[in-house]
């Protein structure tokens, strides 16, 4: 789903923004009116694609998503430093006398 939001023009992301914001307070009336729903799963998956239409369009906003398509695949993982050995030298203790 994220690719196929991805791909989608501002245009079409904002027009999903607005369908899902409908759907979703119609859902909301239905389930004040009657108490029941008759799939109430629909609303965490209405919310999820208005939110994931609005982070693209932010990622996009701020110029996130340019720098995405111009690196695919995964980041490259940092490399791990190896532990210096620790010094096993204690400071010497002054002798009494």
């Known amino acids: 789903m ?3 939001l991805h791909e989608m023009a501002d ?8 369908d899902s914001r409908s759907q979703l307070r119609e859902l909301r009336f239905q ?3 009657a108490r029941s729903l008759p799939n109430p799963a629909g609303l965490r998956t209405i919310r999820r694609t208005m939110a994931g239409a609005l982070t693209v369009l932010n ?7 340019a ?3 111009e690196t695919p ?4 993982k940092a490399e791990k430093k190896k532990a210096e050995p ?12």
Not at 86 to 97: Q, R, S, V
């Open 86 to 97: 620790k010094a096993d030298k204690k400071p010497a203790k002054k002798a009494k006398g």
């Open 11 to 18: 245009a079409d992301l904002l027009k999903l923004v607005e």
């Open 2 to 4: 994220a690719k196929a």
């Open 31 to 33: 389930f004040g009116v």
């Open 59 to 65: 990622e996009r906003k701020l110029g996130i998503a």
């Open 67 to 69: 720098q995405k398509a």
């Open 73 to 76: 695949g995964k980041a490259p």
